[in-house]
Each structure stands twice: as structure tokens, then as C-alpha cells.
């Protein structure tokens, strides 16, 4: 077969998802939630597309498994996730390249020397991570999410930052006018569910919450930090589905993200923008590469700030916030930025399949 126009040769693709979530995820999974994308995005470029995922997938390209329902409640169980791996590989060893989403996958994929391997590291490059990476350096090309996640691991070479996308059409662009700030996440320390509380009462401005509130941690970090700031304007709603989070960030007049970790992207920012919601977040991790400040929301050094900055979002441009997605977060811009990483590491094995 020929060349696609602009794109390359077409090639057989095959991703390795997580076996915590389906893709796309039910409810809280924003890596598969980009997963989703990907794939979708990649056959619509005329590519051939094989997506290893658990069995309650949904997403509209060639699928296959070996687990039949995802596995939530074994989250980080190597056994659980060496099973789904090797039998990933297996199944995809006739593609043109893998692109692995799983922390253990990049190791085994030492035993397939002619296949062509990419990975994409969607956590912190922490000690445990980063010594995995650098095990697998010159197997497998490095693909950070993030400029800042990147420089966070000097000793690995990262052969691209390719940050994540949304569809813009998907999202609702709202009016802002439903008399409300909005936290969206998890129920976690690192999110700052508590500081985006103490912000909105400062400011005297309603908080509606959309946590993911499952695990012990949560709940005890819930219990302790956050319940006791519910009321008075301060509400929390629980887990929302894919709808509701659309209603309530097109109504919400900010998002505040208060991240209190060097987070390494932050979907739901993205999110925001498309609907037209300024973010206003704290400056850790990649925040200023996404939020641009005075123009799509505001990067705020501490909860005063914070608090401050909720009445300025509301001269903030919406339209302003939309265009920044459409020209910089798309999932168009996140396909085209793999597939040029994909091109660069076939045409490095030299194994492009004899009928393309």
C-alpha cells in the first residue's frame, strides 16, 4: 500500500493498555481516557490499530484480551499486570510497532528484538519507575507527557514529550454562569480538594466537588481533611459519568486545581479549557505548560492567591480558553506527534511490513 498523504507509510499499530480500567474508562482512568483517544485517532488516519485492553472495553478499533473485566481493585499488582503483558505481547508480535502503556510491559519487551517498541511513562519518574526505564533504554523510544515529567529524569533519554489531547468538538463550550467554581479529580492530598475549599469559602464563591472517592486512602483523607469544610457553599457531589462532567465544567466560572505534586500533565485542565473554563492551579508540574497565565486562567503560588483569582477568571475570554485546545491540546496534534515517533522508530529497525 502507499503513503497517506502528510503521514508516512500506514502501519499496523498495536497498544498496550493498563489492566486497571476499560478504555475508554466508566468513570475516573484518564489515562485510558487518552488511550481511547489515541486509538480512535490513529485509525482515523488510516492506520491499522490493535488495542490490548481487558475485555469491558468499548473502544471502536480491533480489541483483544486475556482479562475479561478490568481489574480496579488490583491496581499495582504485578502479577495481575506480568499476566495481561505477556499475553500482549504475544498476541501483538506481527505489528509494525507496540506502543506500551503498562509500567512492567517495557522490561519484557527485551525478549521481541524485531519489533519495535515505544513507551509512554503516564506517572512520576519516581526511583522505582525511572530504574525500569533505564533498563529498557535502547529496547524500547521513551515518550514523556510532559516537559517538566522529562526533566525530572536527566539520566534517561526521552526520544519525545507528546502531551495529551481531547477531541474539541466532544466538549461543550458553557457559559461559565452557573454560580459556581468546580473541583474535579480524585480525593487525594495531591490534588488539593481541601486547599480548592478553603479557596472558594475565602471568596465566598459556591464549590461543587466531583471526586473519585473509592480506596481506604481516600477515604480517610476525605474523613479528615474535607468533610469538615462541606456546607456553607461547599458541596460535594461524589463520582460523576462522562455527561455530568460536561454539564459541570461548561457551567463552572473556573476550575481550581490546586495540585500539591509535580503532577506530570493533568487531563482535567485540558478539559476545562475546551469547555471554556479557565484553570486557575497551582504552579507544580506541568500547570504552566498547559495554563497560560492571564489568558486562560491563572497560575496562583498559594490559596490567597487562589482565592483572589476566582473573581478575576470571570474576565477571563472563554473563547480564548477553547482556541488554546484547538491549537496546542487536540487529539488530531497528539496523533500526528505519534505517528512521527512511530515513523522514526520503524524506519530505525528497518522492518515496515513487506505489504505496506
Known amino acids: 500500500m502507499g503513503k497517506d498523504e502528510g503521514m508516512g507509510q500506514r502501519l499496523r499499530i498495536g497498544i498496550i493498555a493498563p489492566p486497571w480500567a476499560a478504555v475508554p474508562p466508566t468513570g475516573y482512568g484518564g489515562t485510558e481516557a487518552v488511550l481511547d483517544r489515541l486509538g480512535r485517532g490513529l485509525q ?21 484480551w ?67 526505564y533505564r533498563a529498557s533504554q535502547g529496547r524500547v523510544a521513551l515518550v514523556a507527557i510532559s516537559h517538566h515529567q522529562a526533566s525530572t529524569a536527566p539520566d534517561l533519554h526521552i526520544d519525545a514529550v507528546i502531551h495529551h489531547g481531547v477531541d474539541p468538538e466532544a466538549f461543550p463550550v ?52 474535607v468533610r469538615p469544610l462541606l456546607g456553607d457553599g461547599i458541596e460535594y457531589l461524589g463520582e460523576v459519568d462522562h455527561e455530568q462532567k460536561l454539564a459541570l465544567l461548561a457551567g463552572a466560572s473556573a476550575l481550581l486545581n490546586p495540585i500539591q505534586w ?29 495554563v497560560e497565565d492571564g489568558h486562560t486562567g491563572y497560575l496562583c503560588a ?40 512511530y515513523d522514526r522508530v520503524v524506519a530505525h529497525h528497518g522492518c515496515v511490513s513487506p505489504q505496506i
Not at 490499530?49 to 475485555?55: E, I, K, Q
Not at 500533565?265 to 492551579?281: D, K, R, S, Y
Not at 470571570?314 to 506527534?337: G, N, P, Y
Request: negative net charge.
Open 262 to 290: 509535580p503532577e506530570p500533565f493533568g487531563l482535567v485542565m485540558i478539559e476545562a479549557l475546551a469547555c471554556g473554563t479557565p484553570v486557575l492551579a497551582f504552579p507544580n508540574g506541568a500547570a504552566p505548560e498547559i
Open 66 to 132: 486475556v482479562l475479561e473485566r478490568s481489574q480496579p481493585d488490583r491496581i499495582g499488582d504485578a502479577v495481575t499486570e506480568i499476566e495481561h503483558v505477556v499475553h500482549a505481547y504475544d498476541e501483538l508480535r506481527t505489528m509494525d510497532v507496540v506502543h506500551d502503556h503498562t509500567n512492567v510491559g517495557p522490561l519484557y519487551a527485551w525478549r521481541f528484538a524485531d519489533l519495535p517498541g515505544v513507551a509512554t511513562n503516564h506517572g512520576p519518574f519516581n526511583e522505582e519507575l525511572t530504574a525500569m
Open 44 to 64: 482515523q488516519l488510516g492506520h491499522d490499530v490493535t488495542l490490548f485492553t481487558t475485555g469491558d472495553s468499548t473502544c471502536p478499533v480491533e480489541r483483544r
Open 174 to 225: 458553557g457559559r461559565g454562569d452557573g454560580g459556581y467554581v468546580l473541583f474535579l479529580g480524585r480525593m487525594a492530598p495531591e490534588k488539593g480538594a481541601r486547599e480548592a475549599a478553603i479557596a472558594a469559602r475565602r471568596a465566598k464563591v459556591p464549590l461543587l466537588m466531583a471526586a473519585k472517592l473509592r480506596e481506604a486512602t481516600e477515604h480517610a483523607y476525605f474523613d479528615d481533611q
Open 302 to 341: 498559594d490559596t490567597d492567591i487562589m482565592s483572589h483569582r476566582i473573581h478575576d477568571a470571570r474576565t477571563i475570554d472563554r473563547q480564548a480558553c477553547r482556541a488554546a485546545v484547538e491549537r496546542h491540546f487536540s487529539t488530531s496534534r497528539m496523533c500526528q506527534d505519534h505517528v512521527a515517533l
